[in-house]
């Protein structure tokens, strides 16, 4: 099992910055990457990005891309999203999550699920 616990998640104007920080224990030999997902009230779960553990592959979904980036310290274990030039529409709970196969916008091809963090951006 693994085991993940976001943090970094607050209150920020629009345009402002937030990083939000993954941290990974247990049997983290076995993931093959990370993702990054959101989840605002009365919307579905949704992709935001994902990175490859080793590789530092990355994929972003459109909505976030060119703002948000993903990085990781694999000394440290940990997965962070950097959010710049944030929007109201980013506001939501952030999840982070790890896919034992690879990068993947599939909810359902991640096996292992952090806590979530809110993240509200005021206009």
């Known amino acids: 099992q693994v085991q993940l616990v976001e943090s970094g998640g607050g209150l920020v104007q629009a345009g402002g910055s937030l990083r939000l920080s993954c941290a990974a224990s247990g049997r983290t030999f076995s993931v093959n990457a990370m993702g990054w997902f959101r989840r605002t009230p009365g919307k579905e779960r949704e992709f935001v990005g994902a990175i490859s553990w080793s590789g530092g592959s990355t994929y972003y979904a459109d909505s976030v891309k060119g703002r948000f980036t993903i990085s990781r310290d694999n000394a440290k274990n940990t997965v962070y999203l950097q959010m710049n030039s944030l929007k109201p529409e980013d506001t939501a709970v952030y999840y982070c999550?790890?896919?034992?196969?690879?990068?993947?916008?599939?909810?359902?091809?991640?096996?292992?699920w952090g806590q979530g963090t809110q993240v509200t951006v005021s206009s």
């Open positions: 999550a790890a896919n034992l196969y690879g990068i993947s916008t599939a909810q359902s091809s991640y096996s292992n």
